[in-house]
């Protein structure tokens, strides 16, 4: 995680230590469940992507969003444990396999599993909008605020990634009535 945001992020964080802590109320306990949840399984199918590419750069990428799915899923888990939120129950870790013995009709293809990633850090993104717009306790909104940063960063280097390699969906462009296109 980039030192900046820890650096403004500890900032802000000696102005709202002194702020009271109430209860998380009950959109703030939802958003830290359904976030939990969604990095949860997240984790596991990234594992299974390690176990089916061969793809050097995509595997740095894959290892890089499942270490910061872990990072952000400890800190939520002990957020959750500390408030007396209920944790969901979650999937298994996947076991290292040999990429090269997945079948073709079962292999994900490596366009496929950085789509699978680009999808999932852009509703990642979107949790942790929704989740700073509900917080009404000032700790709660610097922890979505933080995941969001890190999503956000971690999504331009995923774009960059997927664009280089052809990997990126892109929409028709849009061309408005009258418009040259060039």
């Excluded at 408030?83 to 290292?96: F, R």
């Excluded at 909008?129 to 960063?153: P, Y």
Aim: proline share 8%.
């Amino acid at each position: 995680m980039p030192n900046v945001f820890e650096t403004v992020i500890d900032y802000i964080k000696t102005t709202v230590d002194n702020e009271p802590k109430s209860r998380p109320h009950i959109g703030e306990a939802m958003g830290c469940w359904l976030y939990y949840t969604a990095i949860a399984e997240e984790i596991p199918a990234l594992e299974a992507s390690l176990n089916t590419s061969t793809d050097d750069e995509l595997l740095s990428l894959i290892r890089r969003t499942l270490n910061l799915a872990h990072h952000q899923k400890q800190i939520l888990e002990k957020f959750m444990i500390e408030e007396g939120i209920p944790l969901a129950p979650i999937a298994q870790s996947k076991p290292n396999s040999d990429p090269n013995s997945v079948p073709l009709g079962v292999k994900v293809t490596d366009d496929e599993i950085a789509n699978f990633i680009s999808i999932k850090v852009a509703s990642n993104i979107v949790m942790c909008s929704t989740n700073i717009s509900q917080c009404v306790r000032n700790d709660i909104g610097l922890m979505w605020a933080r995941f969001h940063a890190e999503k956000m960063i971690f999504g331009m280097e995923l774009k960059t990634a997927m664009r280089k390699r052809g990997w990126i969906k892109v929409p028709p462009y849009y061309y408005p009535p009258g418009a040259p296109k060039n």
